[in-house]
């Protein structure tokens, strides 16, 4: 089956989204405490963050362990958990940042709970830099502290659920000196993201050499995102007028980039992680995101789950041709839609539409 500009039913739009994509045009709540006590992982007790009457703040409650230090008086910013993991760390520890956007008075420390040295994260120093601070500035405890002044802020994204208006403004901070000077949008050639030679992971298409080199035939450029320090990765998403590649972290970095990218993304299964439409959403980012007809998936060493594809020619023949018409693609996707309806009616009901389209 075709459909218009020659697009095949080898790939089948996502419609179905895993999560929710609530937007809030409220600001998050934001507590300043005094005299906060934070408790480190104890023997078998998790860490906790609680007030100075004992009341729980953040982390698991159980332990009161009395403070044996005190922190500096100046400003303490709560990130709560540190995730060293990219993506995680973009729906997870960011939305804590907001409150540098406009922050008054001296530079903040960056309280977080982490087992890693936060300075290992290579993504966290150009992130930081849009507020003039650096990875020093993240402080961990070993020990029970108790900090005269907490800034503690409620999130301004979660992961599947929803994001505030200021998310946006934080996000867009952050990136804009990364593509300000780039040309947007000046290279026609798309590029597709690899995970081909990542050695761990949440999941990989098992047959995306092949994929790749079918692509790169067909004059799209390979790139592999963990080569690219995050603004090099920002312009990327800036320059090129389309960006493809398989569901995962690097489709986030969008949201730092120039607004409404366009990315084609193959996605595993016929329904879509919240993430992607919630973080499009942010900067009007245009996610057009694919389940390939006759996917299969399993268990993979070193990842979540391996999937592959039944024909990576044909699903590289079809991005191709997707990307070209990128700006007429609901139109195309709703006449696949339509398509595939009538068969799965039956015959009867494909010559009745045909003959109602004709009339």
Request: hydrophobic residues 45%; glycine residues 8%; neutral net charge.
């Amino acid at each position: 089956m075709a459909t218009r500009h020659g697009v095949t039913d080898t790939l089948e739009r996502c419609r179905v989204v895993w999560g929710r994509t609530d937007r809030i045009a409220a600001p998050p709540a934001l507590r300043v405490v005094t005299d906060a006590i934070y408790r480190p992982d104890i023997g078998t007790a998790p860490w906790n963050l609680t007030g100075p009457d004992g009341a729980l703040l953040e982390g698991a409650g159980g332990s009161q362990a009395k403070a044996e230090a005190c922190a500096d008086a100046v400003p303490h910013l709560y990130l709560g958990a540190l995730a060293a993991h990219y993506g995680h760390f973009l729906v997870g520890t960011l939305g804590r940042l907001w409150p540098l956007l406009d922050w008054r008075g001296p530079p903040p420390r960056l309280l977080c709970h982490a087992t890693g040295d936060p300075a290992a994260l290579p993504f966290l120093a150009p992130i930081l830099a849009a507020f003039g601070l650096t990875p020093d500035a993240v402080i961990r405890f070993d020990r029970p502290t108790r900090i005269p002044h907490l800034v503690l802020p409620a999130p301004s994204l979660k992961e599947q659920a929803f994001a505030h208006a200021v998310h946006a403004g934080l996000v867009q901070a952050i990136g804009r000196p990364f593509w300000q000077n780039a040309v947007v949008d000046g290279t026609a050639r798309p590029a597709y993201l690899s995970k081909a030679r990542l050695v761990a992971g949440i999941s990989r298409l098992r047959n995306e050499a092949a994929l790749e080199a079918a692509l790169a035939r067909r004059g799209v450029d390979i790139v592999y995102p963990e080569k690219l320090e995050l603004p090099d990765l920002v312009r990327l998403f800036s320059e090129r007028r389309v960006v493809m590649g398989t569901t995962g972290s690097a489709f986030h970095t969008a949201a730092f980039a120039a607004p409404s990218r366009r990315i084609l993304g193959l996605n595993w299964a016929p329904h879509l992680n919240a993430n992607f439409p919630l973080l499009d959403a942010l900067n009007h980012t245009r996610g057009r995101y694919y389940h390939p007809v006759g996917t299969e998936s399993g268990p993979d060493e070193g990842f979540h789950f391996g999937w592959w594809v039944p024909d990576p020619d044909a699903v590289a023949e079809d991005l191709v041709h997707r990307a070209a018409h990128f700006d007429d693609l609901d139109a195309i996707d709703a006449d696949q839609d339509a398509a595939r309806r009538r068969i799965a009616q039956g015959p009867l009901a494909e010559r009745v539409a045909r003959w109602l389209k004709r009339r």
